[in-house]
């Protein structure tokens, strides 16, 4: 499986833009990066995802590096419902097999 | 439509008893997991269906440990023997291939083993 490292806190304040990175070094050509977040008490609610271009929408950015070994979740304006666990994970496109990892916890500050 | 479910939502049992966790997919998924999460932990992989395939049992911690699911519907994790740090939420998604693999979670069923 390709795998994929983030850190594993972040703290943000509230309405302030949020920058939550993912490394993927082993990724394969036809690994989408899909990001989903777990809000307290919660099972994990998909974000966004993306191949190759950066992708918007209406929760949040996706921004992916050129060479697709790394990826950047964007939060334009903290909330501070969005304190949660944000998970990286790379699924291909012609199957299912997507594993969680740790994640990011985000932390936001009034 | 219907989410994916489980029940039960809760359960406690005694240490050494077996327990049965029940999973319904969303209608026409064909791929379903079984995750683990303990107390302010991740998650963690333990067993992925897909349609008519076996299963991908690495994640399962121990021999206690086993799932089955009969076709592309309903799925049971049953843990045997059940020791405390068995005690987490465990969490049940499912997904189909025409969605881009997005996979929608249940409630979990929270297991605390006295």
């Known amino acids: 499986d390709a795998k994929t490292t983030q850190p594993n806190s972040m703290e943000s304040n509230e309405e302030e833009p949020v920058h939550l990175p993912c490394n993927h070094s082993t990724i394969s050509g036809t690994d989408y990066i899909h990001w989903y977040r777990q809000l307290p008490s919660q099972g994990p609610e998909y974000v966004i995802h993306g191949l190759t271009s950066n992708v918007n929408n209406r929760m949040a950015s996706l921004a992916i590096a050129e060479d697709r070994k790394s990826s950047t979740l964007i939060l334009h304006r903290a909330t501070l419902r969005d304190a949660a666990v944000y998970y990286c994970i790379l699924g291909a496109g012609n199957n299912n097999d997507m594993r969680f990892g740790a994640g990011t916890r985000l932390t936001v500050k009034p | 439509g219907a989410g994916v479910s489980q029940s039960p939502s809760n359960k406690v049992t005694e240490k050494g008893k077996d327990v049965e966790l029940r999973c319904d997919p969303i209608s026409g998924h064909t791929a379903l997991y079984w995750y683990r999460q303990r107390l302010g932990q991740g998650l963690e992989f333990l067993i992925y269906f897909q349609g008519n395939s076996a299963p991908d049992k690495s994640g399962l911690p121990s021999d206690r440990f086993s799932a089955e699911r009969t076709g592309e519907s309903v799925s049971t994790l049953t843990i045997q023997r059940t020791q405390q740090e068995d005690s987490a939420v465990y969490l049940c998604?499912?997904?189909?291939?025409?969605?881009?693999?997005?996979?929608?979670f249940g409630p979990g069923t929270r297991l605390t083993v006295l």
């Open positions: 998604a499912s997904s189909s291939r025409g969605s881009y693999n997005e996979q929608f």
